[in-house]
């Protein structure tokens, strides 16, 4: 998504602000704008209620419930806190209510394989040389009409914010949000041997049966480690059950006779 673009990164010592400022200026003036309207209508919508004749009650009490109901509905399934979670939820919502959220979960992954991969767009992410306002315009200038405007808003909030650094985290907590709503849950398995298709087919069955998955699926991930020696360790969600010989024989030797 972004390779062709690393190229066009600023250079601690260059300030690209008078470059984009036009830009910038656009950008806050529309959102200034969102925010004006935002009001007018909240106040609106207050006028009416505090208008209404006796069924007041009723009417507000009807349109309480339903603004509720349509908030929960584009809440995320996880209730996560902290810094990664803020982002992570504002994020989801947004692209919740737009009807887009696996085209930014795409976009996110995108964006983190390529801070990732490559270290000059990795080196502009966490630079603190590189003014808010050059890392907010030029991240504008990159991502506009390539990925949706909610992904471009999170990357621009996030370099006005001086919080490019933790996007990794915060689309790793998106993801996980993305996870818990298809009812995906990952699961490890490590042999000390390499599994066929047709032991991680029967394992992954019965895991599926085990953990109840209403309409989800398990994520198997599989790892060799000859030092088990053989049988299975088990890592479900923060859940591990240890079955190798590696502990049966550990748990013999210390075994009090």
């Known amino acids: 998504l972004l390779s062709l673009a690393v190229c066009r ?5 260059i300030d690209l602000d008078s470059s984009f400022v036009g830009l910038q200026c656009a950008i806050r003036v529309s959102f200034l704008k969102m925010l004006s309207m935002s009001a007018k209508m909240l106040a609106s919508r207050s006028g009416v209620v505090a208008r209404a004749t006796s ?3 009723v009417v507000s009490s009807m349109w309480g419930r ?7 509905a584009h809440r995320p399934p996880l209730d996560l806190y902290g810094l990664h979670a803020r982002y992570a939820n504002a994020t989801f919502t947004a692209a919740s209510k737009a009807g887009k959220l696996d085209i930014v979960e795409s976009e996110l992954l995108a964006i983190k394989a390529s801070a990732e991969n490559s270290r000059e767009f990795r080196s502009f ?3 603190p040389l590189i003014s808010r306002d050059s890392k907010s315009n030029t991240l504008s200038s990159i991502l506009t009409g390539k990925t949706s405007p909610i992904t471009t808003n999170l990357m621009t909030m996030l370099a006005d914010n001086a919080r490019l ?4 985290k915060i689309v790793d ?3 996980s949000f993305m996870k818990a709503k298809r009812g995906e849950v990952e699961a490890t398995i490590i042999s000390a041997d390499e599994l066929t298709k047709a032991q991680i087919k029967s394992i992954t069955l019965a895991m599926t049966k085990q953990v109840g998955v209403d309409g989800g ?3 198997l991930s599989t790892k060799v480690d000859p030092s088990i020696l053989g049988g299975l360790q088990v890592q479900i969600g923060d859940k591990f059950l240890d ?7 550990d748990a013999v030797s210390r075994t009090v006779v």
């Open 55 to 57: 069924n007041a009650p």
């Open 9 to 13: 990164l600023p250079s601690p010592s």
């Open 217 to 219: 699926k398990v994520v």
């Open 66 to 72: 339903s603004f509720a109901s349509d908030a929960a």
């Open 243 to 249: 079955l190798s010989v590696a502990s049966r024989i």
């Open 173 to 175: 907590t998106y993801i």
């Open 165 to 168: 650094s933790e996007v990794g």
């Open 125 to 127: 992410l966490e630079n």
